[in-house]
């Protein structure tokens, strides 16, 4: 909208001026409507790379329960102090923006802690793929002895039959077992809370035919994106999560990231000279929120991170603009998990 500029103006003058300003604004709008519509026509065919997220309604209360109280436990970690929430806080988009995480014994470990949000969706857990399900993963860094280092799953089955609550939530969970307190059940029920932990925004609306979901300048973003390639990699429901994938297919990673430590990637677990640095193709839903960049959390500024994107795995120099307009469409993958989520459940343990 334009500003109206009175001081100075005759009464005439005003009010020519003005109904000269209201038609300049619609001639705005209109060509606002029309620049929109022609990116609604140049994206039509070619959405199909994307699915819309969807929310998962079935999944059963006492299991989702459970794992709520799991996963803001701090008796998950040896000395209890920290939780799965400390690294994946909630309140922030399921991380804890730190480049890496220091564990219970103040050891840091070498990769950035990814966000838990949409992580049930992905193909594969962690940066190298190395659990197949979030009920898998959850059991790992229990054990891990620079995470929450309990020393082994007895010390901490035997820790939770002492209580109450865990013996009440358990059988409600598991109203088959006889033994209920296990600790494949306590994977299964945190696993189960964080299917719960999806996270549809503005994007979705659009793919799913709501053409005013998206800004003007999210659609331009969104066409850059595209356009540049990065959809051969980030696509899908997640608009990532789905394939492993090099970082850098051209050149080396740590030449644009300037990280000091080396990480080789995928080839540790699979042992395949192929699959040096080898990462997994993160999921880019809440990208705006769970800065920094990159398995070591190399990269803070996300415009940095797409600039770096384009060139390690396209081979492309994008300008400011198109740095621009891809972040633009990036923020429109931002969206956040309902309130009652963010908090740990009210029960006394
Ligand atoms: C000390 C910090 C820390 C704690 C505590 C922690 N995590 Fe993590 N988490 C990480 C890091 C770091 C990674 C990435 C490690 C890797 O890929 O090698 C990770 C990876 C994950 C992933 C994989 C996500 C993806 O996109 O691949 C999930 C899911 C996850 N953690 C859930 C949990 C749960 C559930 C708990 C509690 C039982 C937990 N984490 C406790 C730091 C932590
Ligand atoms: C050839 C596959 C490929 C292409 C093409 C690609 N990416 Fe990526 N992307 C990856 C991989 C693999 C990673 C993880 C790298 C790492 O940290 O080890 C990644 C990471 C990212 C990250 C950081 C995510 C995080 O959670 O830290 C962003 C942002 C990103 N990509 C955006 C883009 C954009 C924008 C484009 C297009 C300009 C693009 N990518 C093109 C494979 C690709």
């Not at 609604?40 to 079935?58: C, G, I, R, Y």
């Not at 082994?152 to 077992?177: G, W």
């Not at 209920?180 to 659009?206: C, H, M, Q, V, W």
């Amino acid at each position: 909208m334009k500003k109206l500029v009175i001081s100075g103006f005759s009464a005439l003058l005003i009010a020519s001026c003005s109904s000269e300003n209201k038609e300049q604004t619609n001639n705005n709008q209109n060509n606002t409507e029309q620049e929109s519509k022609r990116y609604d026509d140049a994206l039509a065919d070619k959405l199909s790379v994307f699915e819309p997220l969807e929310p998962k309604d079935t999944l059963n209360p006492a299991l989702v329960k459970l794992g709520h109280h799991l996963y803001f436990d701090n008796q998950l970690s040896r000395k209890q102090t920290m939780s799965c929430n400390t690294c994946h806080n909630l309140s922030t988009f399921g991380v804890d923006n730190n480049p890496t995480s220091k564990g219970e014994e103040g050891k840091f470990g070498d990769r950035n802690s990814p966000t838990v949000l949409n992580a049930a969706i992905h193909s594969a857990q962690f940066w190298d793929g190395r659990a197949a399900t979030v009920e898998e993963q959850a059991g790992m860094p229990i054990l891990n002895p620079i995470e929450m280092n309990i020393p082994n799953e007895k010390f901490l089955i035997d820790r939770l039959k002492k209580s109450e609550t865990y013996k009440k939530l358990f059988k409600e969970a598991f109203p088959n077992d006889k033994d209920p307190i296990t600790y494949n059940n306590l994977k299964k029920a945190i696993g189960t809370f964080e299917r719960k932990l999806i996270t549809p925004s503005r994007f979705d609306d659009y793919l799913k035919g709501n053409k005013n979901a998206l800004s003007v300048e999210e659609k331009k973003g969104l066409l850059t994106f595209i356009t540049t390639g990065c959809t051969t990699c980030h696509n899908g429901q997640g608009i990532g999560g789905q394939m492993f994938q090099k970082f850098a297919v051209y050149g080396n990673y740590w030449d644009y990231t300037k990280s000091t430590k080396i990480d080789s990637g995928r080839v540790k677990i699979t042992k395949m000279p192929g699959d040096k640095f080898v990462f997994k193709v993160p999921s880019l839903r809440n990208i705006e929120k769970t800065y920094p960049y990159f398995h070591d959390g190399s990269i803070k500024d996300l415009k940095e991170a797409v600039k770096i994107m384009a060139k390690a795995q396209l081979n492309k120099d994008l300008s400011d603009e198109e740095v621009t307009d891809i972040v633009n469409f990036l923020k429109s993958l931002t969206a956040d998990i309902p309130d009652e989520y963010k908090k740990a459940p009210e029960v006394k343990l």
